[in-house]
């Protein structure tokens, strides 16, 4: 059973540093991308960046590019976050999910953690 368990969000000032984890287990991710994605009230929930668990090839939202990094520990079965400069816009409930075409759709991935939310005060 793949399970999804991110941490890291808090309450930053603008242009401040936060740094997501998602920590997955239940079976091997060979084969799969893992994004981020995240939802603010009364929105959409979008796609913020992706990696391929093997490759490592990555991908950013232009709403991110620039001012995140995305990374993964295999060994640790463990994804990052790194999210800098960030802005009041930023404020979201943060997703991690697997899935496995790498795609910018929420509902191509299958498995989603419960999300950490990350706060940005001006």
């Known amino acids: 059973q793949v399970q999804l368990v991110e941490s890291g969000g808090g309450l930053v000032q603008a242009g401040g540093s936060l740094r997501l984890t998602c920590a997955a287990s239940g079976r091997s991710f060979s084969g799969n991308v893992m994004g981020w994605f995240r939802q603010a009230p009364g929105k959409q929930r979008e796609f913020v960046a992706r990696?391929?668990?093997?490759?490592?090839?990555?991908d950013y939202a232009d709403s991110v590019l620039g001012r995140s990094t995305i990374s993964r520990d295999r060994a640790m079965s463990t994804v990052y976050l790194q999210m800098n400069s960030l802005k009041p816009e930023d404020t979201a409930l943060y997703y991690c999910?697997?899935?496995?075409?790498?795609?910018?759709?929420?509902?191509?991935?299958?498995?989603w953690g419960q999300g950490t939310q990350v706060t940005v005060s001006s």
């Open positions: 999910a697997v899935g496995s075409r790498g795609t910018d759709r929420p509902s191509d991935y299958d498995f």
């Open positions: 990696i391929w668990w093997s490759s490592g090839v990555y």
